[in-house]
């Protein structure tokens, strides 16, 4: 009897581990680009069993920018994304038939930016007219340029952009063929840095701190699928949320968990880098008094106008057609 009843036990196991499998949902999701540390803020909530205990299974895939993540979440080909947001609403407005949209922000303020070295006498934004710039075609940074210069009183019309790949910029701004590049300075500062250029030589210009107040990085899922599967994004936000705010509390774990996934990380530069992030884009004080991806409709509607005014867009796709807030965890769940 004591047999039965241990085999009877077996069987109730295996039962339950196999009920409990197939309730759990398989959903793949696209970063924005290759690992580094501050994607711990979603492999931490992968580690820490957050998806788990969500139902979940998400298999996290290196990415290729944010325009490529924005495709593949539109095809199909991924259930969630990581893309700049600016970005999504070009998108949207060409692809009314096919639009993408934000579910949870991750930097609540953009990276985006310009860089120039201080030897160049480039202090504020008016510094650039007249200036050479080199940028990658295409890119946010470009795009929202024409309005950055207006806002800031200069001339887009002056500047002498100088196309190049995004890995090619950077280079040219050390050899002094550009005045300046745009940029998200947790890259191009640690470039820089690693050509013997000190961080006190480096001038920043946030477009965020001049004028243009945008929201950066997004959870993006296309919405199609947001339709049909409103409790699974309620899911994966929830436990993305958990997984930022232990990210927030410890960036060495961050970066450890970042790092399993590509070994040839350098943990004590990604730490100086989630650590600059956080800072400035990440744990804002907007984002400290009303918790991760907090983001008023006033707010949105100017980041689609920015957008529209400098994409020429004549119908801009609208506020909920560009970030669903209706997804997050209540304001207390979401405080670093």
Same mark, same amino acid.
């Given at each position: 009897?004591?047999?039965?009843?241990?085999?009877?036990?077996g069987?109730?196991?295996?039962?339950?581990?196999?009920?409990?499998?197939?309730?759990?949902?398989?959903?793949?999701?696209?970063?924005?680009?290759?690992?580094? *540390?501050?994607? *711990?803020?979603?492999?931490?909530?992968?580690d820490?069993?957050?998806?788990a205990?969500?139902?979940?299974a998400?298999?996290?895939?290196?990415?290729?920018?944010?325009?490529?993540?924005?495709a593949?979440?539109?095809?199909?080909?991924?259930?969630?994304?990581?893309?700049?947001?600016?970005?999504?609403?070009?998108?949207?407005?060409?692809?009314?038939?096919?639009?993408?949209?934000?579910?949870?922000?991750?930097?609540?303020?953009?990276?985006?930016?310009?860089?120039?070295?201080?030897?160049?006498?480039?202090?504020?934004?008016?510094?650039?007219?007249g =200036?050479?710039?080199?940028?990658?075609?295409?890119?946010?940074?470009?795009?929202?340029?024409?309005?950055?210069?207006?806002? @800031? *009183?200069?001339?887009?019309?002056?500047?002498?952009?100088?196309?190049?790949?995004?890995?090619?910029?950077?280079?040219?701004?050390?050899?002094?063929?550009?005045?300046?590049?745009?940029?998200?300075?947790?890259?191009?500062?640690f470039?820089?840095?690693?050509?013997?250029?000190?961080?006190?030589?480096?001038?920043?210009?946030?477009?965020?701190?001049? *004028?243009?107040?945008?929201?950066?990085?997004?959870v993006?899922?296309?919405?199609?699928?947001?339709?049909? @599967?409103?409790?699974?994004?309620?899911?994966?936000? =929830?436990?993305?949320?958990?997984?930022?705010?232990?990210?927030?509390?410890d960036?060495?774990?961050a970066?450890?968990?970042?790092?399993?996934?590509?070994?040839?990380?350098?943990?004590?530069?990604?730490?100086? =880098?989630?650590?600059?992030?956080?800072?400035?884009?990440?744990?804002?004080?907007?984002?400290?008094? @009303?918790?991760?991806?907090?983001?008023?409709?006033?707010?949105?509607?100017?980041?689609?106008?920015?957008?529209?005014?400098?994409?020429?867009?004549?119908?801009?796709?609208?506020?909920?057609?560009?970030y669903?807030?209706?997804?997050?965890p209540?304001?207390?769940?979401?405080?670093?």
């Amino acid at each position: 009897m004591r047999r039965l009843g241990a085999i009877g036990a077996g069987i109730a196991i295996l039962i339950a581990a196999a009920g409990s499998a197939a309730a759990e949902t398989r959903v793949k999701f696209v970063l924005d680009w290759a690992f580094q *540390g501050i994607h *711990g803020m979603f492999t931490l909530a992968e580690d820490n069993g957050h998806f788990a205990k969500e139902g979940l299974a998400v298999k996290i895939d290196r990415g290729y920018g944010s325009g490529d993540a924005i495709a593949k979440v539109a095809s199909g080909a991924y259930e969630f994304g990581l893309a700049d947001i600016p970005t999504l609403i070009s998108f949207n407005a060409k692809n009314p038939n096919n639009k993408v949209v934000a579910i949870l922000a991750q930097y609540d303020k953009t990276e985006t930016s310009i860089v120039a070295l201080k030897k160049s006498g480039i202090k504020t934004p008016k510094d650039l007219a007249g =200036r050479t710039i080199a940028a990658p075609a295409g890119t946010s940074a470009r795009l929202l340029f024409p309005i950055f210069a207006s806002v @800031n *009183g200069f001339d887009a019309q002056s500047i002498k952009w100088v196309t190049v790949k995004p890995d090619v910029k950077d280079s040219l701004l050390l050899r002094g063929e550009a005045d300046a590049v745009t940029a998200f300075p947790s890259t191009t500062l640690f470039f820089l840095q690693s050509q013997g250029v000190p961080a006190e030589d480096a001038v920043v210009l946030r477009f965020a701190d001049h *004028g243009l107040d945008l929201v950066g990085n997004g959870v993006i899922v296309s919405a199609e699928y947001a339709a049909r @599967n409103p409790d699974v994004l309620k899911a994966f936000v =929830r436990a993305s949320v958990k997984g930022f705010r232990d990210a927030a509390a410890d960036i060495k774990k961050a970066v450890a968990s970042a790092k399993k996934r590509d070994n040839l990380m350098r943990e004590d530069i990604e730490e100086r =880098r989630v650590a600059m992030l956080m800072r400035s884009s990440v744990l804002t004080p907007n984002v400290r008094a @009303n918790g991760f991806s907090h983001i008023d409709e006033a707010r949105l509607a100017r980041m689609i106008g920015f957008v529209a005014k400098a994409s020429e867009i004549a119908d801009p796709p609208k506020p909920g057609d560009v970030y669903r807030g209706d997804y997050l965890p209540p304001a207390e769940e979401r405080k670093p």
